[in-house]
Each structure stands twice: as C-alpha cells, then as structure tokens.
C-alpha cells in the first residue's frame, strides 16, 4: 500500500511549478509521466484510488482557498489530450465555477485555467 506523505504532496507540487514554467503556452505534461518521474504506482484505471488523485485533491482544495489557478490543469491525458473528469469536478466544486456540459466550452474553461496558472508564481 503506497503511503502519501506531506513530502510526497510537496514533490508533486514543486514538480508541476516546474513544468508551468517551462515557456511554452501549448506545454503540458501527462498523467503517467507523472506517475513515471515521481516513481508513483501505476495507473491501473481506478483514478479515485490512485494516489496522485488524492495528491491532486489537496493541491486543488489549497489552490482554491488561496484563490489561485489549479496547478493540476496542466495535466492531461495523453490520448484525449486534456484533463481528466476529476479536474472539472474539483473545478468546479472548489473554484464555484460553473462547468459547462458542453466539451467546447469546458476546453474553453480549461485553456483559460492553463493560461492562467502559467502566469502564476505559486
């Protein structure tokens, strides 16, 4: 059973302030290179009880109380080539905002939350 630790939450935010700051407004980084480059457990299709969903949650939760860009939005799924569902829901649930049911418009919210967290100095 893979324990997250407060250093495990701190390596994966330092992780993706690394990787917002790469210049490049197009640059986003994937589920499993994350998983790959942190050594995390493999994406075994269960999401909800992977750890970086957990690791993910508490980031969000912190990003949304400091009333900052979710740092997770840089992460996608490589085959769709956006975020997972569970970025829209946190979204959503943590920012107030409204998701749309419509996939432009979500695309639309998600690039505007990409944008945004580049610009960030977290």
Not at 36 to 45: A, I
Not at 53 to 72: N, V
């Amino acid at each position: 059973m893979f324990v997250i630790t407060q250093q495990i939450v701190q390596q994966t935010a330092d992780y993706l302030k690394q990787h917002l700051a790469i210049n490049n407004p197009y640059y986003t980084v994937s589920y499993k290179k994350i998983v790959e480059d942190l050594q995390l457990p493999e994406l075994d299709g269960n999401w909800s009880n992977h750890p970086l969903c957990k690791i993910f949650d508490q980031l969000d939760q912190l990003d949304a109380k400091l009333s900052r860009p979710l740092r997770t939005s840089i992460v996608i799924n490589k085959s769709t080539g956006k975020p997972g569902p569970g970025f829209f829901k946190a979204l959503g649930e943590y920012t107030k905002k409204s998701i749309p049911k419509d996939d432009i418009k979500q695309l639309e919210l998600w690039a505007d939350q990409l944008e945004q967290a580049k610009k960030y100095n977290y």
